[in-house]
């Protein structure tokens, strides 16, 4: 009871902790959008804007330009309680309903992308490990060390011109099929299509995730590959292990119950900074393969000149990182009873 | 029952530790430059980073063209020996190889200056913090946190997006997050260094603390550092690419292999070489640094954890 | 009590079954070699030894001498791509060399079990310690109430869920029983907790109290105290002792410290550069030791009350690699004549039951 209630005091002391960070990072957004050198609106206009100076004041009342700066940080800060994001100077939207909109479609493909990393790069480590300097061993650990080193926006044209171009197995762009998307619940297609039961639609959609997924996912499987290999084998090093077989358990318990669980901490703590590069990574993906995120929103964005959503945007992709890492954290307590107590 | 040779099972892998207390006396200390060739990775990656430094040194001699000719009768020239165009012609008939050697210049130097500017930074900021502690290590704690936060091409996208498309805004853009890094290993380093018995004795000795930083602690974590140069150098080049990928790293008139991939998309079906081989330049010359860089620790800094 | 009996490797073959008839471990001739980079580490060479029930034997030497390869090869879990090349571990007879690996694990823990030097690394830090006590029972398929009586129950998963509830219970009162038996106070607790909430002595406890889990014939611990502090050890050494004395269990201890071993144990095998050099009675060896080695280590020890110096053994432990055709420890010793740099000598056996590997010891003895 009292060990349970320590746990708890630790996830809700590391949750308020957090809360500090995010007014930064919200903080740090806003100077972002001010540290535009020269007037930001002559520079949303456009050089040489041929707009006139009514229409330019109008839009400095509009951003709350023309008030001093720390009211400008106040009416900031209320609207981001509000959850108003700012207003989309290009398409006259509420940013916040352009990011509603967009970032279903990202955190499906970050989720996709990790899933495959975890998926490809757990077993690929954990067989190399047990499978120590034979030629799978070798072999995979080569072909990591490459995967490490591809850029991801190479694989994914390299991957749009064998497998769509070339092949014709899977499409070159886009989310869904048009006209089959599934009804709207979550905004992930391929869990809306699962719960509405539309196999079809979840079918096309999963076609549509393969290669941005893999061509994301692809270098922090390796990244994973390499750690899980390394812990492992400390592990299966450890004298715990070899205690473990001492006591008769059997290869495979040993492998799972002994040693896995303890060589998965590493790659948890991983796999939260890892997505700081599949975020970034996100943006670029998105670009190749017409994939509607919130990537897409922000680059439109910077060559529109549209500055409050990409403030808006880079501030939720930080406050997500900042989520994912609280939560591996948090993953990382309950994987490992040393830091629960700590 | 004798001789057959009997494996046992269920054997366990990986560390022979129990093992290598029987494994005896240890050999000499090579030098760095015999430890390093005779690491297979460490060698090769110097090579491969060595070619590419060559290469885009002599990048004006070697390029068989001028890296902007354009020759809109040419366009698309597929690779071949007899076209004159080894790796072919992009969709304005400029060649590709000529292109790509120019810039190999671009994505070192994105990557060299970088690594210059966040290394300085950050290690004379992480020694700093690491010896004194105090004020200043809590400020930096909290501002290395703030960033951190970012992920890393994010940030960068952000801040180009205000300032820009520019080499020397590049360069800006990413060591204004590249440095903490550095600034975490060296404070790491610095408090674990300066405790020990030599620095007790420069101090004992009258040293004044610059002295001690620079001339007792630096050479004992230059190493790590050297270490963590090289492998970072790998990661800056990729961001370079991928921004100039996106139109917001270096500007178009200079030839960068982000860009040229970029241009090379739409001709992806009919001419695949346009994106292929800058891509090619790109993946080798990342993992050649990586490779030294696992090299250099191998053989600099064992102690050095991955990650 | 307990004798040690040992095998003339030249009249290996006459020395025959009956040698080890009544014995409970009976190793002979056993060969286990590494192979490194610079050559096989031929870590245990020819080995022979026996342990009767309830005897508690000493494998004495310095680090590096091979004991904690002894006692893997054992267990069979020499780490690969170390293994065993030649020779023979009989447990009431049977071979275990010859065991399938499933009837090796079997043997495991619940027959032969092991104890390590550093409870700190060697119990899994993410389980839960009243965990690791079950998982031995449970991975031989035994109820608590009959550690001794193995039970199919595992075959049988009907009765297995049935009576699922009451078996966890079961198994929960035993492992505090067991805590509480090795001398960890409020067990109901703390078995609860983690590894890391312990300290280092309540983690050997934790440790002996797996290995004791199965009620195992037999205990082989490696260096059980070396990682604790000295008022520790002794409390270890002490529940060892009860241990052997109450559940009749045998003890294999390894240990680098001479005055432990003769303290602690019936008989002690004095092991060098992967050999056994000398091997009878504590007492004997204590009082009177034979082999030049051992009587350097019984120099090299601090006894109270004594104001001569200490004395060292020069030289350096030889590298098992390249042991040649004279005796290992030669270029050490104090006596060593040229037959000894020539040929190794054979084990012999003493009039008072004694065996030692050395010309010049054995020449005084006769």
């Known amino acids: 009871m009292i060990r349970l209630g320590r746990?708890?005091?630790?996830?809700?002391?590391?949750?308020?902790?957090?809360?500090p960070l995010a007014l930064a990072v919200a903080l740090a957004a806003f100077v972002l959008m001010r540290a535009i050198p020269g007037d930001p609106v002559d520079i949303m206009m456009g050089e040489g804007a041929s707009s006139s100076e009514e229409e330019m004041a109008a839009l400095r009342t509009g951003l709350g330009l023309d008030q001093p700066i720390h009211r400008q940080l106040v009416v900031y800060l209320k609207a981001l309680l509000r959850g108003d994001l700012g207003y989309s100077i290009v398409r006259s939207r509420p940013v916040a309903q352009m990011i509603r909109e967009a970032l279903p479609a990202t955190i499906e493909l970050a989720m996709c992308a990790m899933l495959f990393a975890l998926a490809l790069g757990i077993p690929v480590g954990v067989v190399s490990a047990l499978k120590h300097n034979t030629a799978f061993d070798r072999v995979s650990t080569a072909v990591s060390f490459?995967?490490?080193?591809?850029?991801?926006?190479?694989?994914?044209?390299?991957?749009?011109?064998?497998?769509?171009?070339?092949?014709?197995?899977?499409?070159?762009?886009?989310?869904?099929?048009?006209?089959?998307?599934?009804?709207?619940?979550?905004?992930?297609?391929?869990?809306?299509?699962l719960l509405t039961g539309d196999m079809t639609a979840l079918g096309n959609a999963l076609r549509h995730l393969c290669l941005p997924a893999a061509a994301l996912g692809l270098g922090v499987a390796a990244v994973v590959a390499r750690v899980t290999r390394s812990s492992m084998l400390d592990v299966l090093g450890s004298d715990y292990v070899l205690f473990a077989r001492a006591k008769g358990v059997p290869e495979p318990a040993v492998t799972t119950r002994h040693a896995l669980r303890n060589a998965m901490i590493p790659t948890v703590t991983l796999v939260g900074l890892q997505f700081g590069s599949l975020l970034g990574g996100n943006m670029i993906v998105e670009t190749i393969f017409g994939w509607p995120g919130l990537g897409r929103v922000v680059v439109d964005a910077i060559f529109a000149r549209d500055y409050p959503v990409v403030q808006a945007a880079v501030m939720v992709y930080a406050l997500t990182f900042v989520g994912v890492n609280l939560i591996t954290d948090l993953l990382y307590t309950v994987l490992d009873p040393k830091m629960a107590l700590e | 029952m004798g001789q057959a040779s009997l494996h046992t099972d269920e054997?366990?892998?990986?560390?022979?530790?129990?093992?290598?207390?029987?494994?005896?006396?240890?050999?000499?200390?090579?030098?760095?430059?015999?430890?390093?060739?005779?690491?297979?990775?460490?060698?090769?990656?110097?090579?491969?980073?060595?070619?590419?430094?060559?290469?885009?040194?002599?990048?004006?001699?070697?390029a068989p063209y001028s890296p902007g000719a354009v020759d809109l009768v040419r366009r698309l020239v597929p690779?071949?020996?007899?076209?004159?165009?080894?790796?072919?012609?992009?969709?304005?008939?400029?060649?590709?190889?000529?292109?790509?050697?120019?810039?190999?210049?671009?994505?070192?130097?994105?990557?060299?200056?970088?690594?210059?500017?966040?290394?300085?930074?950050?290690?004379?900021?992480?020694?700093?913090?690491?010896?004194?502690?105090?004020?200043?290590?809590?400020?930096?704690?909290?501002?290395?946190?703030?960033?951190?936060?970012?992920?890393?091409?994010?940030?960068?996208?952000?801040?180009?997006?205000?300032?820009?498309?520019?080499?020397?805004?590049?360069?800006?853009?990413?060591?204004?997050?590249?440095?903490?890094?550095?600034?975490?290993?060296?404070?790491?380093?610095?408090?674990?260094?300066?405790?020990?018995?030599?620095?007790?004795a420069a101090r004992v000795l009258g040293r004044s603390d610059g002295v001690?930083?620079?001339?007792?602690?630096?050479?004992?974590?230059?190493?790590?550092?050297?270490?963590?140069?090289?492998?970072?150098?790998?990661?800056?080049?990729?961001?370079?690419?991928?921004?100039?990928?996106?139109?917001?790293?270096?500007?178009?008139?200079?030839?960068?292999?982000?860009?040229?991939?970029?241009?090379?998309?739409?001709?992806?079906?009919?001419?695949?070489?346009?994106?292929?081989?800058?891509?090619?330049?790109?993946?080798?010359?990342?993992?050649?640094?990586?490779?030294?860089?696992?090299?250099?620790?191998?053989v600099l800094d064992p102690k050095m954890m991955e990650g | 009590m307990g004798s040690v009996m040992m095998h003339e490797v030249a009249s290996g073959v006459d020395a025959g079954a009956a040698a080890g008839a009544g014995m409970l471990l009976d190793v002979r001739n056993l060969h286990t070699v590494y192979p490194s980079a610079r050559g096989n580490v031929r870590a245990v060479r020819d080995v022979s030894l026996t342990v009767a029930p309830r005897e508690v034997l000493g494998v004495v030497g310095e680090s590096g001498c091979g004991k904690s390869a002894l006692m893997l090869s054992i267990m069979r879990l020499v780490p690969r791509p170390g293994r065993i090349v030649e020779g023979n571990v009989r447990l009431d007879g049977v071979d275990l060399l010859e065991l399938s690996p499933a009837q090796m694990r079997d043997v495991r823990g619940k027959r032969i079990a092991m104890v390590f030097q550093d409870p700190m690394t060697t119990l899994n830090p993410a389980h839960r310690v009243g965990d690791q006590i079950v998982e031995s029972l449970r991975v031989h398929g035994m109820t608590p109430s009959g550690a001794g009586r193995p039970e199919a129950r595992r075959d049988c998963l009907r009765s297995r869920l049935w009576q699922g509830r009451r078996d966890?219970?079961?198994?929960?009162?035993?492992?505090?029983?067991?805590?509480?038996?090795?001398?960890?106070?409020?067990?109901?607790?703390?078995?609860?907790?983690?590894?890391?909430?312990?300290?280092?002595?309540?983690?050997?406890?934790?440790?002996?109290?797996?290995?004791?889990?199965?009620?195992?014939?037999?205990?082989?611990?490696?260096?059980?105290?070396?990682?604790l502090d000295v008022t520790i050890q002794a409390q270890v050494l002490d529940l060892?002792?009860?241990?052997?004395?109450?559940?009749?269990?045998?003890?294999?201890?390894?240990?680098?410290?001479?005055?432990?071993?003769?303290?602690?144990?019936?008989?002690?095998?004095?092991?060098?550069?992967?050999?056994?050099v000398e091997c009878g009675p504590a007492d004997a060896i204590m009082e009177d030791p034979l082999h030049p080695y051992t009587r350097g280590l019984l120099l090299s020890m601090p006894r109270l009350g004594s104001r001569q110096p200490l004395h060292a053994i020069s030289g350096e432990v030889p590298d098992l690699t390249s042991v040649g055709a004279g005796c290992a420890f030669a270029p050490r010793c104090e006596r060593r004549t040229s037959r000894c740099e020539a040929e190794e000598s054979p084990l012999v056996q003493t009039r008072d039951g004694r065996v030692i590997r050395c010309h010049a010891g054995t020449i005084v003895s006769l």
């Open chain 1, 7 to 19: 746990v708890q005091v630790k996830v809700i002391e590391r949750v308020v902790a957090t809360i």
């Open chain 3, 168 to 227: 966890r219970e079961e198994e929960r009162d035993y492992v505090i029983e067991l805590m509480r038996r090795v001398g960890i106070a409020s067990p109901e607790h703390r078995h609860l907790e983690y590894p890391h909430q312990f300290s280092g002595g309540m983690q050997q406890r934790i440790m002996i109290a797996i290995a004791l889990a199965c009620k195992p014939r037999l205990l082989l611990a490696d260096e059980p105290t070396t990682a």
């Open chain 2, 212 to 298: 001690i930083l620079t001339c007792e602690i630096l050479p004992n974590i230059v190493n790590s550092m050297l270490v963590l140069g090289t492998l970072r150098m790998g990661n800056m080049i990729v961001m370079e690419s991928s921004l100039s990928f996106l139109g917001l790293g270096i500007p178009p008139r200079m030839p960068a292999w982000g860009s040229m991939i970029n241009d090379g998309r739409r001709y992806m079906l009919t001419s695949p070489w346009v994106a292929t081989f800058p891509g090619l330049a790109l993946a080798l010359l990342v993992l050649g640094m990586n490779l030294l860089g696992e090299g250099l620790r191998d």
């Open chain 1, 146 to 193: 490459i995967g490490v080193s591809l850029p991801a926006f190479w694989l994914g044209i390299v991957g749009i011109l064998v497998f769509s171009m070339t092949f014709g197995w899977l499409p070159t762009s886009g989310r869904i099929a048009y006209g089959m998307e599934p009804r709207h619940i979550t905004g992930l297609l391929t869990l809306d299509a």
């Open chain 2, 11 to 62: 054997l366990y892998q990986g560390a022979l530790a129990r093992s290598a207390d029987m494994s005896g006396s240890s050999g000499a200390r090579a030098g760095f430059w015999p430890r390093l060739m005779s690491h297979r990775g460490g060698r090769l990656g110097l090579i491969i980073v060595l070619a590419y430094v060559v290469v885009a040194v002599a990048a004006p001699v070697l």
């Open chain 2, 79 to 200: 690779p071949g020996l007899r076209t004159g165009n080894l790796l072919g012609t992009d969709q304005l008939g400029r060649d590709i190889l000529s292109r790509i050697m120019h810039g190999a210049r671009v994505s070192i130097l994105v990557g060299l200056a970088t690594v210059c500017i966040s290394a300085f930074v950050g290690v004379g900021l992480g020694m700093v913090a690491g010896y004194y502690g105090g004020v200043l290590d809590r400020a930096l704690a909290r501002f290395t946190e703030l960033l951190l936060a970012f992920p890393y091409l994010i940030f960068v996208i952000g801040a180009m997006s205000v300032m820009g498309p520019g080499f020397w805004n590049l360069v800006w853009a990413l060591s204004f997050k590249g440095w903490v890094e550095f600034y975490r290993l060296a404070r790491a380093l610095v408090m674990s260094e300066k405790n020990r018995e030599y620095v007790e």
């Open chain 3, 240 to 276: 060892m002792e009860e241990i052997n004395h109450d559940m009749g269990t045998a003890i294999v201890i390894v240990t680098h410290d001479l005055a432990l071993a003769g303290d602690f144990c019936d008989n002690i095998a004095v092991m060098y550069a992967g050999q056994i």
